[in-house]
């Protein structure tokens, strides 16, 4: 009975705590967290959310050893694994955080995030077909995930498959109407095109959806 209500009562705990951080209260999420650990150190759900205040934080390091302290202790649990591969991710640590998405979609295949994350850091090591396969898994998965066309339109583009590219960018669209990234990636493939008019209408329509694009308020510049 005694365990039972401690149980309920940790559940309870960590839903505020969630609750906490999506308001922003992050550095309080974390210092509460850290005590509530030393009660319940097998937490899985707190180590986690240990390591998001940290990786939030931009305490990576930090974050990584929450995250390896949660898979130790739940070694089959996809979410850990996917967390640790964002925040090595953000040190530049490329090879491990591939190796952490893989381990998070051989728990859960159909992990559309560690697909995609797999997808941009192949794009940004320049290798654009392994990318361009990572976006096409997450279509076959979910045919309306308007993120993968649009880097998939991204890596065609720098392929020079520059047509295939405008359809992507175009179904990126359709399926995300106010996709300010998707009107900037369409921009500049009109630019190329020489359809200036038709490039200009698209970084406004960037700029509409998200006036802090920075981007589009440069290329405009030079249309």
């Known amino acids: 009975m005694l365990y039972t209500s401690k149980k309920k009562n940790l559940d309870q705990e960590i839903h505020r705590l969630c609750d906490l951080f999506t308001q922003g209260f992050v550095q309080e999420v974390l ?12 937490s899985i759900a707190l180590l986690i959310i240990e390591g998001d205040s940290h990786t939030k934080l931009k305490q990576f390091e930090n ?5 390896k302290r949660a898979i130790e202790l739940k070694p089959d649990f996809a979410v850990s694994h996917f967390n640790l591969g964002v925040a090595l991710q953000e040190i530049g640590n490329f090879e491990a955080a591939l190796e952490s998405y893989e381990n998070a979609i051989t728990i ?3 992990h559309l995030e560690a697909h995609f994350n797999i997808g941009s850091i192949k794009h940004e090591m320049g290798d654009l077909d ?10 076959e998965i979910d045919p309306n995930y308007s993120k993968a066309y649009n880097n998939m339109g991204n890596a065609l583009k720098n392929k020079g498959e520059v047509e295939e590219a405008m359809c992507c960018i175009n179904m990126a669209i359709k399926l995300k109407p106010d996709y300010s990234k998707a009107f900037l990636e369409k921009g500049i493939l ?10 200009l209408d698209a970084y406004n329509n960037a700029l509409k959806f998200d006036p802090n694009i920075f981007e589009a308020r440069c290329e405009k510049l030079y249309v």
Do not use: N
């Open 190 to 199: 009109l630019k190329s095109f020489g359809q200036l008019q038709e490039s």
């Open 108 to 110: 859960s295949p159909s």
């Open 31 to 42: 210092d509460q967290t850290k005590e509530m650990i030393k009660e319940f150190p097998t």
């Open 63 to 67: 974050g990584i050893q929450s995250y």
């Open 130 to 139: 392994a990318a361009i396969d990572s976006y096409k898994r997450i279509l």
